[in-house]
């Protein structure tokens, strides 16, 4: 066991640091525990920012990882709103606060999580530009929201991701006009490929959506500081009180880099690199969550996971791995997301070219199926809609890697569990 006069610390108070924190102290670990947030708000979760959260359907307190107290009670040192300005690898400190402060490290986690990509156009310093991606930008849009649905408002999107969706979904829930602008040919194509992303465009024109494809944001036109309108590269021009940038996420890796850690290209995902116990280039300096980009011996690549379930295994990992136990991450990728009446589970990952086919399990048009991305008979990735307590097999199916018989695949008479082993 670690000597109780060791110091850990943690930048980063988003999932992964919380659950780091919590991850050490459950294994035992009886020295100084320092976790350092550059927000104002207790250590939160993501997910309910683009859904319940944003719907009102839940209330702020149930997005906290741990009630106020708990950091206290766990002996866990938290500094919120405080920014880390320098590591110092040879002196192993750290230095933060608007003091200054500098603390000594025996072992530092990185959990700097990403920020959203901002689009590169004239008018996006008007008021009526959004971002989501913290509890204060969820909080602001909710506002937006109500009034656009009270007084008939257009909201235009750039992206037609998963947030660009979800906030769509909500947007049209509050009664709100919604345009979403996508470059591909449809929304979650180089997630999910042009068979399923037909799937959300359907569902989406069904509520009320329209969608611009094939074209990008080139301009906000707004006058005395509000938006009027959104110009795309093709010369259209949509109505507009509000526009949401949904672009895309980028890991924040200036502090790792500034401390001369090897980070990954953006043409490999971006991010901070790591070994499979989550190590960066400098062994005393572990690194999880959206920042990370780690190997994954199962799809033979690295991955750089944004997802909810990647921060919250991610931070136990990686603080088991500070401890000195044998870890090795390679969880399957999973996420989840709720649209109107349409939740699903992801689990797996198939890029576009990666796949030979898609099998469809259950009635896609009724939007209650199961999906597999699979290559010469391996399942690749699963994607379960409206069907549920699947996941599981899913995975068994993912990680067993061997061929499998794509008509019993596609047969929901077969049960997945015994096509999983």
């Known amino acids: 066991m670690v000597d109780a006069d060791q110091t850990f610390v943690i930048v980063g108070g988003g999932l992964a640091g919380a659950k780091a924190a919590e991850t050490l102290r459950a294994e035992g670990f009886t020295g100084r525990v320092i976790l350092i947030c550059d927000e ?17 359907r839940e209330e702020r307190d149930s997005v906290f990882v741990h009630e106020p107290a708990w950091y206290a009670r766990h002996d866990i040192e938290l500094h919120l709103g405080q920014t880390v300005d320098a590591v110092d690898r040879a002196a192993k400190t750290v230095r933060f606060g608007e003091d200054g402060t500098v603390v000594q490290y025996d072992k530092l986690l990185l959990a700097t999580g990403a920020e959203p990509r901002r689009l590169d156009i004239p008018g996006t310093g008007l008021a009526g530009v959004h971002h ?12 937006v929201l109500a009034t656009l ?22 947007a049209r829930e509050y009664g709100a006009e919604v345009t979403v602008v996508e470059p591909s040919p449809t929304p979650l ?15 989406h024109r069904e509520h009320g959506v329209r969608f611009h494809f094939g074209a990008r944001l080139t301009e906000i036109v707004g006058q005395d500081g509000m938006v009027l309108a959104a110009r795309t590269d093709d010369g259209e021009e949509h109505p507009a009180h509000d526009v949401l940038a949904a672009i895309g996420a980028a890991p924040r890796t200036a502090l790792a ?29 572990h690194a999880a969550g959206d920042v990370a980009s780690f190997p994954h011996g ?24 500070m401890l000195g136990q044998d870890v090795a991450y390679d969880r399957v990728p999973y996420f ?6 349409l939740g699903m589970e992801y689990s797996g990952w198939a890029p576009p070219g990666s796949y030979d086919e898609v099998v469809i399990r259950g009635d896609a048009g009724k939007r209650e199926f199961i999906a597999f991305w699979v290559k010469e008979g391996r399942v690749l990735a699963g994607m379960n809609v409206n069907v549920w307590d699947v996941t599981d097999p899913i995975q068994r199916l993912i990680r067993g890697g061997a061929p499998v018989d794509t008509e019993a695949l596609s047969a929901p008479h077969v049960p997945l569990e015994s096509l999983a082993g």
């Open 40 to 56: 104002r708000d207790h250590p939160y979760e993501r997910p309910s920012l683009s859904k319940g959260f944003l719907l009102g």
């Open 132 to 143: 989501l991606r913290r509890l204060a930008h969820a909080e602001r849009l909710k506002r």
């Open 149 to 170: 649905g009270r007084d008939n408002g257009h909201l235009v999107i750039a992206g037609g991701g998963w947030i660009g969706l979800e906030v769509a979904a909500a």
């Open 189 to 203: 194509h180089d997630v999910l490929g042009p068979e399923l992303g037909e799937v959300f465009t359907e569902l």
């Open 257 to 285: 880099e500034a401390a001369g850690l090897e980070v990954a290209d953006r043409a490999h995902g971006g991010g901070v690199v790591v070994d499979e116990r989550l190590r960066t280039s400098d062994p005393d300096i």
């Open 298 to 321: 199962l799809f033979g690549t690295r991955l750089r996971v944004e997802h909810w379930a990647n921060a919250l295994n991610g931070g136990p990992a990686a603080a088991r791995a």
């Open 336 to 341: 989840f997301s709720d649209q109107y009446d």
